[in-house]
């Protein structure tokens, strides 16, 4: 079955903590060639970080309005109650959407959320054009899928009782298994040797003949991503992962807080905190916004592994209550206490 022409087309983009999925929608919606985009960003915890950086955009053909987070879990564990509620407000928006962009938690298994795509209350009014999967150029290279892999082979050592690979592995294997084209994102910081290696990782994990692009800061022309037709509900079984058969997939191997602290007033300095506090043991990813004493704009930050940026990305809202407020995405039994000392220094 091909996509039918009144069901409006849904991509959905995954991928692994950090690899820049977040960027990559950015980029989409600045140069969708007059498309009116909408877009649900699956969270994995209660602070919409990501959400909050795509509503911070401008763009006339995505206001804010579109940009709809959910936070209460796994989209496709909780189809009903929040994916549904968000299709019919989406859905109802005049003028009409012509593309959903959907981004799963950096956690999320694709498969189910496409399963979910077959559910009546939905199949006839949306379809699943495409599933791209983001993935980290750099980490791939250095033999990883994630910026520090160290924490998680110390957890596997000790851990007797495993019999699988680590959970961050099944679950990138498991998105590119699900994917139609997969996005080598940070290419420009790969050189060639580097890039075959990466390609390489990604390849050991494709059954089908899925196109693997190179990108730099989330650079793909929309051409390249939207518009596939290819309704994907209809093949996902077709589509074998770790996860095939099991009815539940709770994440339990994962944890995440949130830390709040006061205005800082150097932001280099808390970006040592934060390089410091993402090289403890277990912890996977970091993002969050700061107050800066004195100045208008909100401080974007993000860490994956030691690699940390930070930048203003916009000026806080008149109605906002400035704080500084990270998340911190990690292994099960990640030491909270000992991170927000560190933060907090």
Request: hydrophobic share 45%; proline share 5%; aromatic share 4%.
């Amino acid at each position: 079955m091909t996509a039918s022409a009144d069901r409006v087309p849904c991509t959905v983009v995954t991928g692994f903590l950090g690899a820049g999925k977040t960027t990559l929608i950015r980029n989409l919606i600045e140069n969708a060639n007059g498309r009116r985009i909408a877009i649900i960003v699956n969270e994995f915890g209660d602070v919409g970080i990501d959400g909050e950086i795509l509503k911070s955009c401008g763009i006339e053909n995505c206001p804010e309005e579109n940009v709809f987070e959910l936070a209460n879990g796994c989209i496709c564990c909780t189809v009903a109650d929040d994916f549904v509620p968000a299709l019919d407000q989406i859905l109802a928006r005049e003028p009409k959407v012509d593309h959903i962009l959907i981004e799963t938690s950096g956690l999320a298994l694709p498969k189910p959320l496409v399963q979910a795509f077959q559910w009546p209350a939905i199949k006839g009014r949306v379809t699943v054009d495409g599933v791209v999967a983001v993935v980290d150029g750099p980490a791939l290279a250095d033999g990883r899928v994630a910026a520090d892999m160290d924490a998680l082979a110390a957890q596997r050592a000790a851990d007797e009782t495993l019999d699988h690979d680590d959970p961050v592995e099944e679950v990138f294997e498991d998105q590119v298994a699900c994917a139609d084209l997969v996005i080598l994102s940070k290419s420009d910081l790969l050189d060639e040797d580097q890039a075959g290696r990466a390609r390489a990782a990604v390849e050991r994990h494709l059954a089908r003949a899925v196109k693997i692009v190179p990108a730099a800061n989330g650079k793909v022309d929309p051409s390249v991503l939207l518009g596939l037709g290819l309704a994907v509900e209809d093949d996902i079984e077709n589509r074998r992962t770790h996860h095939d058969g099991m009815l539940d997939h709770e994440h339990d191997d994962f944890d995440t807080h949130v830390i709040e602290l006061p205005a800082i007033s150097d932001p280099d300095a808390l970006a040592r905190r934060v390089t410091a506090a993402a090289e403890n043991a277990g912890v996977l990813r970091l993002k969050g916004f700061a107050h800066v004493e004195g100045k208008p704009m909100r401080l974007l930050v993000q860490a994956v592994g030691p690699r940390v940026s930070h930048y203003y990305d916009r000026a806080w809202a008149p109605d906002e209550t400035k704080g500084t407020r990270l998340v911190v995405i990690g292994l099960k039994g990640l030491d909270r206490d000992a991170i927000e000392k560190t933060l907090a220094a």
